[in-house]
């Protein structure tokens, strides 16, 4: 008995036959261009915004999107130029302007 050694019973348990992908498919390319939980269009609209405040209970408030990051949406929140945590997010709705 030979023995194999672990790193290639591994690698060779991950990779399915095929190419990858689900059954062996062929894997779907990658998007390009930046991926975004809002809407373009959004930018510098009124919108209504439900979030979590810094002591965990909900908050409710009109803002103007004005635009977002990695970390959230940056808006103009009562008047300040705030960042939403994507965590702290919970509706975001476009309002009739």
Not at 24 to 38: M, Q
């Amino acid at each position: 008995m030979t023995e194999t050694p672990l790193t290639e019973v591994l690698n060779g348990a991950s990779r399915p036959e095929g190419g990858g992908g689900a059954q062996g498919s062929i894997p779907l390319p990658k998007r390009s261009g930046a991926r975004t939980l809002l809407p373009e269009t959004w930018l510098g609209r009124s919108v209504r915004v439900t979030y979590l405040d810094a002591f965990g209970s909900g908050a409710e408030s009109t803002a103007t999107l004005l635009d977002w990051c990695g970390h959230g949406a940056i808006m103009s929140l009562s008047g300040e130029r705030t960042v939403l945590s994507w965590d702290a997010l919970r509706t975001v709705t476009l309002t009739n302007d």
